[in-house]
């Protein structure tokens, strides 16, 4: 079994330093102009040169997302544009369009080009056509299953393969929803996508306009009481159980007051509009022994607590594939103090056991950590810890300092301000204290969690 490299996502230099530090192999960034990250993109042409050169001289690997697909307005200005880019020697390409794809090749055919989730490949048929014009990698679709994974593994096994394992998931196929463009005129292929699917909606019920149209009825919400006509006993009642509930149902955004889509909604309700995160953390060891080559985490615009706390988990994970150990659900548990949506295991597999995946909510019922405060510095003559407070922070509170080689739980009996005068609370971001060091090593990339009430 050979080891799978540990892909981070690097929303800023930060995010990419704490990536490494925490596992991470590699990191993808992309300019604004060219990857589907136009907006929140730290990285300018100065940052994106800082960072290739940092990551290598860690040993480390820096891919530059230029997986747009563009009008011809942007084919026009992308290979001046990309001339800099090459010249910082990045890993590789993660591209998407064929025509850009060919550009690039004929220019530069010595850079690595990773075709990108977007280009949702799905077959080996697919992946040897993309190797046949110079493709070094794949990144598979996220609509395959492990089944499918294998198979296209055993028929395409000279292929460098790349399987997303966790982050946010589309409601379409990758990178093909209209959502966005529709209600903002932001393409999501050309990387201004408004994640509209994870924006708040009220849900009508409708009612015939005699014309083969329907039209809204008065907005209730779920459980609330209210007054309808119940045409048996003709006078009112209160309602939920007379409600008769039609087959069409209208969906109305909160800042697009009177503005319907037609919807269906089943008696398990409706769940197209905003998907549960992918968490794949149980099926490492199985993507490793299929000797798949890049395990993926999608989230450029998260937190860099997020990327260490990824990094840390798949790091582990990974590393006990290659042991030998079996799968430690411990790891689940640690992934489910983090802020998301409910996980699933997207196309994984067909049936999932009850333990491994939340059905129910939408919403994580195990969101027990918030991330309270990053380790600025460590003087060690008094092991006292200088913190940055991100989140309220208070004596008593269960914390946990994460270090990159391993975390440590205690109860925080201590905190001063950075006069040293005893402090019982720390409300929030802006405020720094001082804490007890609960180890005596360096803290550097050190963050700060504690237990939810």
């Not at 005129?185 to 009220?202: E, I, L, V």
Request: net charge negative.
């Amino acid at each position: 079994m050979k080891s799978p490299e540990l892909l981070s996502p690097a929303g800023s230099l930060k995010h990419m330093d704490y990536a490494f530090a925490y596992g991470a192999d590699a990191v993808y960034a992309g300019q604004p102009r060219y990857s589907l990250r136009v907006r929140n993109n730290d990285f300018s042409m100065e940052r994106l040169r800082e960072g290739i050169e940092l990551a290598h001289a860690k040993g480390k690997k820096l891919f530059v997302a230029s997986n747009v697909l563009p009008h011809d307005n942007k084919v026009r200005t992308y290979l001046r544009d990309m001339e800099p880019v090459i010249e910082m020697q990045p890993d590789a390409l993660i591209m998407a369009d064929p025509g850009l794809i060919m550009l690039v090749r004929e220019r530069w055919p010595e850079v690595p080009v990773h075709l990108s989730v977007q280009a949702n490949t799905l077959n080996s048929a697919a992946v040897k056509f993309w190797q046949s014009v110079g493709v070094s990698r794949v990144i598979l679709s996220r609509e395959l299953s492990l089944d499918d994974i294998e198979e296209i593994r055993q028929q395409c096994p000279d292929m460098e393969l790349e399987v997303f394992v966790h982050g946010a998931l589309c409601i379409a196929f990758s990178g093909r929803c209209l959502l966005s463009g529709y209600f903002k005129h932001r393409d999501p292929n050309q990387g201004a996508c408004t994640n509209s699917c994870r924006w708040k909606y009220k849900l009508h019920d409708t009612a015939d306009s005699g014309n083969d149209d329907v039209l809204a009825k008065p907005y209730v919400p779920a459980n609330d009481s209210y007054e309808v006509e119940n045409p048996t006993s003709g006078g009112c009642s209160n309602g939920e159980a007379e409600r008769e509930p039609s087959e069409v149902f209208l969906l109305e955004e909160e800042q697009r007051p009177g503005e319907m889509i037609p919807i269906e909604e089943d008696e398990h309700g409706t769940y197209i509009m905003n998907s549960k995160d992918l968490r794949a953390v149980q099926h490492v060891q199985r993507l490793a022994q299929m000797g798949i080559d890049s395990l993926k985490i999608e989230g450029r615009t998260k937190s860099y607590f997020y990327a260490a706390r990824t990094a840390q988990i798949y790091r582990r994970a990974i590393d006990d594939a290659l042991a030998g150990r079996e799968f430690n659900m411990d790891l689940m548990s640690s992934l489910d103090g983090m802020a998301n949506r409910g996980y699933t295991e997207g196309f994984y597999r067909r049936h999932v056991p009850d333990e491994y995946q939340n059905y129910a909510n939408g919403s994580s019922d195990n969101y027990t950590q918030r991330f309270v405060g990053e380790v600025l510095q460590h003087d060690t003559a008094s092991n006292m810890l200088d913190i940055e407070i991100k989140n309220k922070l208070k004596l008593g509170d269960q914390v946990e300092l994460m270090l990159p080689q391993g975390s440590h739980r205690f109860v925080l009996e201590r905190m001063e301000d950075k006069n040293g005068k005893p402090v019982d609370i720390a409300p929030g971001s802006g405020y720094r204290v001082r804490i007890p060091a609960p180890v005596s090593g360096d803290a550097t990339f050190g963050l700060l969690l504690a237990d939810s009430a």
